[in-house]
Nanobody, 117 residues
């Protein structure tokens, strides 16, 4: 089975930074990408950043220039470097490894990111 373990969430002041990590165990068939999503109460889960197995990155407009998604050579871990965090970035962040163009998505348990003064 596939298991994703996240770490790195926490409390940070506006303008601060956090780094999130997500390590996957098990084999993911037909893997084609990974990413980060976030969700706040009363709103649907939204895409933050994705990275395809071809190396293409995509970012939500509101985080462009502030967040960076990356992986390593083994493609078993996805990172999210978050800089210049703002209160509106407060959410539970979920990592995902996806296959079959997103038809199958494996999710981490979520990690809370809180941006507050």
């Amino acid at each position: 089975q596939v298991h994703l373990a996240e770490s790195g969430g926490g409390l940070v002041q506006p303008g601060g930074s956090l780094s999130l990590s997500c390590a996957a165990s098990g084999s993911i068939p037909d893997f084609n990408g990974m990413g980060w999503y976030r969700q706040v109460p009363g709103k649907e889960r939204e895409m933050v950043a994705t990275l395809t197995n071809g190396g293409q990155t995509n970012y939500r407009d509101s985080v462009k220039g502030r967040f960076t998604i990356s992986t390593e050579s083994g493609w078993n871990t996805v990172y999210l470097q978050m800089d210049n965090l703002q209160p509106e970035d407060t959410a539970v962040y979920y990592c995902t490894f996806y296959a079959l163009g997103g038809a199958i998505m494996y999710w981490g348990q979520g990690t809370q990111v809180t941006v507050s003064s």
